[in-house]
């Protein structure tokens, strides 16, 4: 395992990412994995919270079309996260916090498609009120993104760190 | 001027704290600063995508009701964004990724005000389903959607461009 870790960030395309001084490397890479997260993660909680009963007054139903842009930035956030792990492999896949990460992401994905489903598969949605399902799904996409984050989050600070440079050595 | 405040800033307790005096309110402060960014971007990219066009069949006016939210975000990511100069304020006063991060906050902050006193905001409120906005409201949208994404742009710059974490 570790020797097929190195590999892949010995790799010409993991050593670019990692080591290019080109701001199209790494940096243009990070910031698509953010803009991902603001839409993906964004547009998740729009829909969270309009299930919660936020702004009641909006039908449910059209904005089933945003799942169009969920799924694109979903797969922006899949390739550019890809490229990321590539570039500290040895690192990121030895911390349990990535792992964490991955798990809430499965498990959020998984809850966005079932709300795709049950919520917005339902043919009289917008005619009866949120069903008490609709809203624990809703309360977990919001859980389940937020744990998505804040595991992302501290893969900077636990266990092995690798990415930024200038990050490592400042906090402790 | 900016220098002495900076100097001054870093010398307080607080500036201490954040900057690793205690260690988790760092990280803390970043997390959180992440889920506002969604809150922020996911009201704004609702609001922003449906005036250009898409999910049309959704009334402008309940849209609006999610504004709340956008503001929640956004105050959150100001509070820690203070937090995160306040920790060390000299990484991001000579970074001209910051300088950038400013501009584009005030200009996506002014483009959200001349949506409000030019009253197309009230314009845009009542736009029903299956409606088009009025054009410029298409203008503001499509600016504002660049201007958070700029934002998003220069505040990961930051370690790149500058030298700030």
């Known amino acids: 395992m570790t020797a097929f870790l190195t590999w892949v960030e010995n790799s010409a395309f993991a050593t670019w990412v990692r080591e290019s001084s080109s701001l199209w490397a790494y940096p243009a890479i990070l910031f698509l994995h953010t803009v991902g997260l603001g839409f993906l993660v964004g547009l998740n909680a729009a829909i969270a919270l309009r299930l919660l009963g936020f702004a009641e007054r909006i039908p449910l139903a059209p ?5 169009r842009v969920m799924w694109i930035a979903f797969w922006i956030n899949a390739l550019s996260g890809t490229a990321l792990l590539a570039a500290d492999a040895t690192t ?3 911390n349990p916090v990535f792992f964490i990460k991955l798990g809430f992401i499965t498990l959020a994905v998984a809850n966005m498609v079932m709300i795709r489903r049950r919520v917005f598969g339902n043919p009289s949605l917008d005619l009866s009120p949120v069903t008490g399902g609709a809203k624990a799904l809703a309360v977990l996409s919001l859980v389940f993104w937020t744990g998505a984050i804040t595991a992302g989050r501290l893969m900077a600070y636990f266990g ?3 990415g930024a440079p200038g990050l490592k050595n400042k906090i402790p | 001027m900016i220098q002495t405040f900076s100097t001054w800033l870093h010398s307080t307790r607080l500036s201490w704290a954040v900057a690793g005096g205690i260690p988790w309110i760092w990280p803390l402060c970043e997390t959180l600063h992440f889920i506002g960014l969604a809150l922020l971007m996911g009201v704004v ?9 898409m999910a049309k069949e959704l009334p402008l006016g309940p849209l609006q009701r999610l504004m709340p939210f956008a503001i929640l975000g956004f105050t959150i990511n100001l509070i820690t964004g203070a937090l995160f100069f306040t920790g060390d304020p000299t990484q991001y006063i000579h970074n001209a990724a910051f300088g950038f991060k400013l501009l584009f906050i005030g200009l996506a902050g002014v483009n959200v005000i001349l949506f409000y006193v030019t009253g197309l905001y009230r314009r845009v409120d009542s736009v029903g389903a299956g409606h088009d906005v009025p054009a410029a409201a298409k203008v503001a949208a499509a600016a504002s959607l660049a201007l958070w994404i700029g934002v998003m742009y220069w505040g990961r710059m930051l370690p790149f461009i500058g030298n700030a974490f």
Do not use: I, N
């Open chain 1, 63 to 67: 904005m089933v079309k945003f799942y």
């Open chain 1, 160 to 162: 092995p760190v690798s």
């Open chain 2, 45 to 53: 990219s609702v609001l922003d995508l449906r005036m250009l066009g």
């Open chain 1, 92 to 94: 990121k896949m030895t």
